[in-house]
């Protein structure tokens, strides 16, 4: 299994601050990129899917970039509940072999 | 919504026992998962399952480990001999085509 590689934090930002985190990944063959969000001894919950245009869900953008091979995830007008790890996860073809990067922590401080 | 459902949610163990950690994974779907977390560490893969057989494992799911869907709704990982080092988080996911994979919550193992 290929590898995918986060930087690990913890980033901790006050209430209100413009976060962003990247993601790459090694293997070329990726097809489907995504976010999932884990709280503290809580299962993986996907947060976005990452489409090649780029989508956008309330305050967090993601981005793909195939040829640098990088995901992003930029969280706008962060909130306290926004405190989690987040995982980057990437899968060669849709429906099989997920592979989880080690996950970002993000602390957001009042 | 529906959900995926893990059993026992948390089992404490004797090491060298065998444990089988049950998952009901989402009626309609196709392709089911175990994976793994140490305490403070990422999310490790274990095993894929499809069409009633493994399609990939990893190096972490030694003859240790093994899987099985004995009755098309549950689907089972059962760990042999336990060790210490197997006191982990373990998480079922299940997925169709065109959609996300979802968890279950997860069993935590504890193995003493």
Redesign the interface.
């Known amino acids: 299994r290929k590898e995918v590689e986060q930087d690990p934090g913890p980033f901790n930002v006050p209430e209100g601050a413009t976060v962003a985190f990247n993601c790459t990944y090694s293997n070329s063959a990726s097809q489907s990129f995504f976010w999932y969000r884990q709280d503290c001894r809580k299962e993986p919950k996907l947060l976005m899917s990452v489409y090649s245009s780029g989508n956008e869900d309330g305050r967090f953008t993601a981005q793909l970039n195939r040829a640098s091979q990088y995901i992003s995830l930029l969280i706008r007008d962060s909130k306290l509940s926004d405190s989690a790890t987040y995982l980057c996860v990437v899968s060669d073809n849709y429906g099989q072999n997920f592979v989880f990067g080690p996950g970002t922590r993000l602390s957001v401080l009042p | 919504e529906p959900e995926v459902t893990q059993t026992p949610s948390h089992q404490v163990t004797q090491m060298g026992q065998e444990v089988i950690l049950r998952c009901v994974p989402i009626s309609n779907h196709?392709?089911f998962?175990w994976?793994r977390q140490i305490l403070g560490?990422?999310?490790?893969?274990l095993v894929?399952f499809?069409n009633n057989e493994i399609?990939?494992k990893?190096e972490i799911f030694d003859d240790q480990f093994s899987v099985e869907r004995p009755d098309g709704s549950n689907f089972t990982l059962k760990i042999r001999s336990t060790k210490l080092e197997d006191s982990a988080?373990y998480?079922c996911?299940s997925?169709?085509?065109?959609?996300?994979?979802?968890?279950?919550?997860?069993t935590?193992l504890t193995v003493v």
């Not at chain 2, 560490?41 to 893969?45: L, R, Y």
């Not at chain 2, 169709?96 to 968890?103: G, I, L, P, R, V």
């Open positions: 196709l392709y998962y994976y560490q990422k999310v490790e893969f894929s499809y399609s990939e990893s988080m998480f996911a997925l169709s085509e065109n959609t996300e994979a979802f968890f279950g919550q997860g935590r």
